[in-house]
């Protein structure tokens, strides 16, 4: 899987990270003021919903048991 944006792999990853509705901020940590700036980099732009589709679907976690079980049910099902 390659998405194409012009950017780094950390870039990317920072940027996809930035863009998950459960971060507020990120840490950085660079060795020296290239990396700073590269990671820096990593915002002003975003990626699209296809791309971060891609990687939700690359970096997903199976579920354990019970949760993989249960996902397939409804928890509250309506009132009859």
Known sequence: MYIITGKTVPQVALNWVLQRPSVSSV???ARNE?????NIAAVGWNLTKE??????A?????LAYPYWHQVKF?????PV
């Open 34 to 38: 290239e990396q700073l700036r590269q």
């Open 58 to 62: 690359a970096s997903a976690v199976p």
């Open 27 to 29: 840490i950085i940590g």
């Open 74 to 78: 409804e928890r509250n099902p309506p």
């Open 51 to 56: 791309q971060i589709a891609k990687l939700d």
